[in-house]
């Protein structure tokens, strides 16, 4: 499997995490109660919105959106867009940044984590990765 | 396309690593497909799990164990002693859901069901060790029960538990002392009370008994012989107390 194909996986997982943390928002999933474990905690602290709309449906456009990119890439046409490549680079490590923002934010300020934004937040650092690895290769295949 | 460029990169060792893991050679077209269908395959276990998750009956009530003894003679108690049912809440003060249900089902509880004498409503401390605050607001409550201002501090700590919670303040004691000024305590006694932790013993009791419960999560009620674990509404409530009424109305006769 390679890179690219792998990200598309990683991205469609992301997706589905940030689907269910959507929902759970919107209350279709499970209940409003505290019970053990903190995701209730966090889902519904003043830092579960922004801008107006829940983190967990921002996190779900993420993940179409870098699916559908992903995709874009896997097609021939576009196999060597150095453009493509560097688009990716750029929304995962902005991803990241804004995954490590919500991580100190559960860390530092709800004190309390999320399991399945955790899940997130790694899924973000492993796209990132593969993005850099093929913009990377990208690179020096267009330098040849 | 993809062998054009091979060609054109000299075959280099790098340069056809690079190609190769594009999947543009036939080799990999078959590596394509497979991928294609494992995308698929993880689309509809996606949806399928989504869709059974947001489907699930949502377990919230259930029928209490009937050999479980009644729930003692301890925590807070606002109705009549002679009332046919008692509900008994197993709450946390810090708990956004026992918020939502204090503030907007509980008045019309009070009003509708234990005024009229139909309902005898028990509070019980459950605070959960995730709140960072809770247990503050607990012994404030016990404090203010001390002078009889259970149920306004109850209410003061619910209807304003964003000014006070762990993400407003890490000094809790000063903000619902503050807040409690209204209710017209004797200040000194209520903050050498909270200070000295006069009643943790009551609270882990009403603890252990949640325990013993089994209760996971608040707010949890006990209505009857049914366990609900959800801030429900105030129709819904009814129900369940009619339901208990109803039962015991059922003992009495046979009796």
């Known amino acids: 499997m390679t890179r690219r194909m792998l990200a598309a996986v990683v991205a469609l997982v992301g997706l589905f995490v940030a689907l269910y943390l959507a929902l759970y928002k919107a209350g279709v999933i499970g209940t409003l109660a505290c019970g053990t474990g903190s995701c209730e905690t966090v889902q519904l602290s003043r830092w579960a919105t922004f801008m107006g709309l829940p983190v967990a449906a921002w996190g779900a456009g993420y993940y179409a959106f870098i699916l559908g990119l992903v995709l874009a890439s896997l097609q021939d046409r576009w196999a060597y867009s150095r453009r493509l490549s560097l688009a990716l680079l750029v929304v995962t490590t902005w991803g990241v940044i804004f995954s490590a923002w919500l991580t100190y934010l559960e860390l530092f300020v709800i004190h309390a984590i999320c399991r399945w934004c955790v899940v997130s937040a790694c899924l973000a650092v492993v796209l990132w990765v593969l993005a850099l690895l093929d913009w990377r290769a990208q690179a020096r295949l267009t330098d040849l | ?255």
């Open chain 2, 1 to 255: 396309m993809g062998k054009d460029r091979v060609g054109a990169g000299g075959g280099r060792r790098q340069g056809q690593g690079v190609v190769k893991s594009r999947g543009g050679s036939g080799a990999s077209g078959g590596g394509k497909r497979w991928f294609y269908i494992l995308l698929v395959l993880l689309l509809v276990f996606g949806i399928t799990a989504l869709s059974y998750m947001a489907s699930r009956p949502k377990q919230t009530v259930s029928q209490i164990d009937s050999t479980i003894p009644p729930v003692p003679n301890q925590g807070h108690v606002v109705g009549s002693d002679s009332a046919p049912v008692e509900v008994v809440e197993f709450a946390d003060f810090e708990c956004p859901a026992c918020g939502s249900f204090a503030t907007l089902t509980e008045p019309d509880v009070r009003k509708r069901l234990v005024n009229t004498g139909l309902v005898r409503f028990r509070f019980m401390d459950f605070p959960l060790s995730m709140h960072r605050n809770t247990w503050p607001a607990h012994r404030a409550a016990w404090c203010a029960a001390e002078q009889n201002k259970f149920w306004e501090m109850h209410d003061i700590l619910f209807f304003n538990q964003d000014r006070w919670n762990g993400e407003a303040t890490s000094r809790p004691d000063r903000v619902i002392a503050e807040l409690a000024r209204p209710l017209g305590l004797d200040m000194d006694l209520f903050n050498s009370c909270v200070g000295a932790r006069k009643y943790d013993a009551q609270i882990r009791a009403n603890v252990d008994e949640g325990m013993r419960r089994q209760v996971q999560s608040t707010p949890t009620f006990v209505i009857g012989n049914k366990k609900v674990t959800t801030a429900v509404s105030y129709d819904e409530f009814k129900r369940y107390v009619d339901d208990a009424l109803a039962a015991s109305r059922t003992t009495t006769k046979v009796k």
